[in-house]
């Protein structure tokens, strides 16, 4: 059981827009920056937004990231057949002093 | 570009020790922006947080798994590295290291990982 709970799965049309929550507490969420990352199959995780809703450079603004309260949401505007990916979310929990993840969310793009 | 490498043996027999090590290139480990982190995934699941530390030796550890977890860091060869005892078949999974950014929020933690290692997989299996 994830600290971080998240869609098992999402899927949308090429082009169209998709959301992926990410639901937690206020000793992680409500208390710390969120981050989300891509992962593709067979690959590492890679870092798509940090500290709730900034882009590393390289990754395409098709990708947004907000948080409220204690809960964030990843956003993937025009998407793509090569963002089919597992995305988790992450942040770091204060009560148990401890990084934590989403159990993941499984994006199909039909 | 900073890069991650783990390395180790990719097969531990059950109640044994499991012992991977991270090498950083293209960037100095004893930043002071940074912890240093490990995060593992059984295959097909999700991401367990295994534990970070920083260059001084600070650590956070996974509750979870703190009674058999030590992870140390080699400021001299730019390594650090991951220790976990007393291995299952459960601990089977890909480890992943990763540099794990400070962030100001109620305090100075580590928030977010980035680069991320290739990943390396550990098989517990007699």
């Given at each position: 059981q994830s600290v971080l709970t998240q869609p098992p799965s999402v899927s949308a049309a090429p082009g169209q827009k998709v959301t992926i929550s990410c639901s937690g507490s206020s000793s992680n969420i409500g208390d710390n920056y969120v981050s989300w990352y891509q992962q593709?199959?067979?690959?590492?995780?890679?870092?798509?937004?940090?500290?709730?809703?900034?882009?590393?450079?390289?990754?395409?603004?098709?990708?947004?990231g907000?948080?409220?309260?204690?809960?964030?949401?990843?956003?993937?505007?025009?998407?793509?057949?090569?963002?089919?990916?597992?995305?988790?979310c992450g942040t770091w929990d204060s009560s148990l002093s401890a990084g934590v993840f989403g159990g993941g969310t499984k994006l199909t793009v039909l | 570009?900073?890069?991650l490498r783990e390395s180790g043996p990719g097969l531990v027999k059950p109640s044994e020790t499991l012992s991977l090590t991270c090498t950083v290139s293209g960037g100095s480990i004893s930043s002071s922006s940074y912890y240093w982190g490990w995060i593992r995934q059984p295959p097909g699941k999700g991401l367990e947080w295994i534990g970070s530390i920083y260059y001084s030796g600070s650590t956070y550890y996974n509750p979870s798994l703190k009674s058999r977890v030590t992870i140390?860091?080699?400021?001299?060869?730019?390594?650090?590295?991951?220790?976990?005892?007393?291995?299952?078949?459960?601990?089977?999974?890909?480890?992943?290291?990763a540099r794990h950014a400070l962030g100001f929020s109620s305090g100075w933690y580590p928030h977010w990982f980035d680069p991320w290692g290739q990943g390396t997989l550990v098989t517990v299996s007699s």
């Open positions: 593709l199959p067979g690959t590492a995780p890679k870092l798509l937004i940090y500290e709730n809703n900034e882009r590393p450079s390289g990754i395409p603004d098709r990708f947004s907000s948080k409220s309260g204690t809960s964030a949401t990843l956003g993937i505007t025009g998407l793509q057949t090569g963002d089919e990916a597992d995305y988790y | 570009q900073l890069q140390s860091v080699d400021s001299s060869k730019n390594q650090f590295s991951l220790k976990l005892s007393s291995v299952t078949a459960a601990d089977t999974a890909v480890y992943f290291c």
